[in-house]
């Protein structure tokens, strides 16, 4: 099966750039990822995404899930599931994508949480 694959332009815009701020991730009031080096990712109409550096990612806490997805404008999507060490488990809160499409190859080795399910704060500049 062959899937879609879009190049981002005037009607669907992605740009990725340096934050150029402290990212703090928190999980049920756990740190789990803090960076200076995160990347955001506009994409379209929907909100900016903060894509941490995986290195910069408390991964005692990661557990990798065979959850996959797939978007025609970044390719395919893997996750991994938080748990604190308070016993909270949140299930398939990061995707990464391993190895995005060339419009988007600075995500390559970053995360990103969904912030209805972490707490991601972005320092002031």
Request: hydrophobic share 35%.
């Amino acid at each position: 099966m062959t899937r879609p694959v879009k190049i981002p332009d005037a009607t669907h815009p992605i740009t990725v750039r340096p934050t150029g701020s402290r990212v703090t991730v928190r999980v049920g009031g756990t740190v789990v990822a803090e960076t200076a080096n995160a990347l955001s990712l506009a994409e379209a109409s929907y909100p900016v995404v903060q894509y941490i550096p995986l290195d910069d990612v408390d991964q005692a806490l990661l557990e990798r899930t065979t959850t996959q997805s797939y978007c025609p404008y970044k390719g395919d999507a893997s996750y991994y599931t938080v748990n604190t060490p308070d016993g909270q488990t949140e299930p398939d809160v990061i995707w990464t994508y391993e190895h995005p499409y060339p419009s988007v190859a600075d995500i390559a080795g970053h995360v990103a949480f969904y912030p209805d399910r972490a707490e991601i704060t972005v320092d002031p500049a």
